[in-house]
């Protein structure tokens, strides 16, 4: 079989999943008496991405917040106010995360092209070719940043001029979730995951491959059914790194050699968050779980957004909040799960959101960028 017709058929299957994907309809909103007020302190245009699959996340860094819009606008805006502290249009189709490091704000494009923009003015400082898509965010630190491609590859470029140090590559399946892991950087460390099941750690500075283990193993009598890739980025808490992939386990692993210390039954495809104790996820049901760091013993399971497609988990201070198709920003209870406060904004919210103290950004995919601050009653 050719490559072509290889990819349509894996194309086919996809969209035959993606129909199965909806198995319930959505939750409607539960009635709630709030426990805590949100206040809107502005608003903002950065550009839609109404009508793409892509969790275009904003970053927050000293003080501004950048974000990527997919038709190739990248905007920074003051976190106080939201006032526009520069903009450009790349001319490009945005497919990722918007990552920032090195006094850099870097983003990749649908034709594989990484692009880095000096922080402080939005002038582009260099671009570099990888070898197919980029959806999720570059990561950087150390003068390298890194890359991870949707064809399996994860590649180093010289922070300084985007010139290729490294690049790290492994067999993928023919069929994957329209989705890739951010890299996480650790000390000078790579973490990353794979639509394998697997999860890697490699040498920041020259992408040398330390440990590589499975999250979980493939299993199911076809390729939809075998879909276990890791597209959440892994999460480092002390000395234990958390990884989870789609259709498999969510997994606490030793850093020094990737030795299992636990793993739950788990299906998602989002990233995880933490607050030093319980380790909080979001299902590819709905349901938002948290479950305890060190024993992975289940905590809580909050069923009432179940079908709402609600976005990663994102902690601020006592609250854990995430975002919904409609639109709706929920808070949640890091005790216990239970609803405390929900907030609309302007489009459905796919990515997560950045927190900062009280205050939060969210991103809709109509093409708004809020910042909601949390009050209490």
């Known amino acids: 079989m050719n490559r072509a017709v290889a990819m349509l058929l894996a194309l086919a299957m996809l969209s035959a999943c993606a129909s199965r994907s909806v198995r319930e309809p959505p939750a409607p909103l539960p009635e709630l008496k709030p426990e805590l007020r949100v206040s809107e302190l502005w608003t903002v245009d950065v550009g839609a991405s109404a009508g793409t699959a892509l969790r275009i996340t904003p970053a927050l860094e000293d003080g501004a917040v950048y974000m990527a819009a997919a038709e190739g606008r990248v905007s920074a805006h003051a976190a106080d106010s939201g006032k526009e502290l520069w903009e450009v249009d790349l001319e490009a189709r945005i497919s990722g995360a918007t990552g920032v490091g090195e006094g850099l704000v870097l983003v990749g494009s649908r034709q594989g092209e990484v692009i880095a923009l000096q ?7 260099w671009s570099a070719r990888v070898s197919s898509e980029v959806l999720a965010a570059p990561a950087a630190a150390a003068g390298i940043v890194v890359v991870q491609t949707v064809d399996g590859k994860v590649f180093g470029l010289a922070a300084a001029d985007g010139k290729r140090a490294w690049v790290y590559e492994r067999t993928e399946p023919a069929l994957t979730l329209r989705g890739t892991a951010t890299p996480a950087i650790v000390n000078d460390v790579v973490l990353t ?8 750690a490699l040498r920041l500075q020259d992408g040398k491959l330390l440990w590589e283990v499975p999250v979980t193993q ?10 276990v890739d890791v597209d959440a980025s892994p999460l480092v808490l002390g000395e234990t790194i958390y990884a989870a992939s789609y259709q498999g386990k969510l997994v606490a692993l030793n850093p020094r050699g990737g030795a299992v210390a636990w793993s739950r039954d788990v299906s998602t495809y989002r990233a995880l968050a933490t607050d030093g104790r319980n380790i909080y996820v979001t299902d590819d049901r709905g349901h938002v779980l948290a479950f305890d760091a060190r ?11 179940r079908g709402r497609e609600p976005s990663a988990p994102v902690v601020q201070g006592d609250y854990l909040l995430v975002g919904d198709f409609e639109g709706y920003v929920h808070w949640l209870a890091r005790e216990d799960g239970r609803l405390l406060a929900r907030h609309r904004v302007d489009g459905a919210v796919r990515a997560p959101a950045v927190a900062t103290g ?20």
């Open 119 to 125: 922080r402080e003015n939005g002038n582009r400082a």
């Open 218 to 227: 493939p299993r199911g009598r076809n390729e939809i059914e075998r879909l």
């Open 193 to 200: 995951g794979f639509a394998s099941g697997r999860i890697a």
């Open 358 to 377: 009280d205050t939060i950004f969210v991103a809709g995919l109509s093409g708004t960028l809020s910042a909601l601050r949390l009050l209490s009653n």
């Open 295 to 305: 024993s992975g013993a289940s905590v809580w399971k909050q069923d009432q957004l």
